[in-house]
T-cell receptor, first 112, second 114 residues
Framework: RKEVEQDPGPFNVPEGATVAFNCTYSNSASQSFFWYRQDCRKEPKLLMSVYSSGNEDGRFTAQLNRASQYISLLIRDSKLSDSATYLCVVNTGGGGADGLTFGKGTHLIIQP | EAGVTQSPTHLIKTRGQQATLRCSPISGHTSVYWYQQALGLGLQFLLWYDEGEERNRGNFPPRFSGRQFPNYSSELNVNALELEDSALYLC?????????????FGPGTRLTVL
């Protein structure tokens, strides 16, 4: 089983719609969780950290379910500029190969 | 505040040559991470440096090596280049608390091996 799994998509969504991604992780010792956004041929940029109680940042809501080992990202009122690849990132605290592990990303396309 | 910087932006080499990539972390960050992102693949962890020492490395052959300097900048060296080494090489920095700290990425160096 892959350490961090994401549906690669692409998700084609009309502007203004709500879209949700899920991500599952295999290491139950994982300690911190993040969503990064990566535009084509650019570096990943932190979108938000994911806290156990769930957290919201504007149109973005992230949730963590430790029991089921999955993380979700919800984007409301999607904008054209939200088109990107969203990377689920899990940190087991080792700082290296057993530390920050990236999913391969979910590709989102917002259509006008 | 300046972000993570990397040089060069693009690098073209031929098989068998050596490549040197450079990274300067965010001021105050002591940890530097190197990742490889080949086309169509996710980010693969290469190396982690903290306080001048190599703390961990990913599943890459020994011809991938690096170092961290006293000013916390870092160098990644790839010897005996192979075609499959063509990828975007990303450097990230954090304040050195891997359990919780966020990693911030530089713009990357795109290495092409011909």
């Amino acid at each position: 089983r892959k350490e961090v799994e994401q549906d690669p998509g692409p998700f084609n969504v009309p502007e203004g719609a709500t879209v949700a991604f899920n991500c599952t992780y295999s290491n139950s010792a994982s300690q911190s969780f993040f969503w990064y956004r990566q535009d084509c041929r650019k570096e990943p940029k932190l979108l938000m950290s994911v806290y156990s109680s769930g957290n919201e940042d504007g149109r973005f809501t992230a949730q963590l379910n430790r029991a089921s080992q999955y993380i979700s990202l919800l984007i409301r009122d999607s904008k054209l500029s939200d088109s990107a690849t969203y990377l689920c990132v899990v940190n087991t605290g080792g700082g290296g190969a057993d530390g920050l592990t990236f999913g391969k990303g979910t590709h989102l396309i917002i259509q006008p | 505040e300046a972000g993570v910087t990397q040089s060069p932006t693009h690098l073209i080499k031929t098989r068998g040559q050596q490549a040197t990539l450079r990274c300067s972390p965010i001021s105050g960050h002591t940890s530097v991470y190197w990742y490889q992102q080949a086309l169509g693949l996710g980010l693969q962890f290469l190396l982690w440096y903290d306080e001048g020492e190599e703390r961990n490395r990913g599943n890459f052959p020994p011809r991938f090596s690096g170092r961290q300097f006293p000013n916390y900048s870092s160098e990644l060296n790839v010897n005996a280049l192979e075609l499959e080494d063509s990828a975007l090489y990303l450097c990230a920095s954090s304040s050195g608390q891997p359990r919780t700290d966020t990693q911030y990425f530089g713009p990357g160096t795109r290495l092409t091996v011909l």
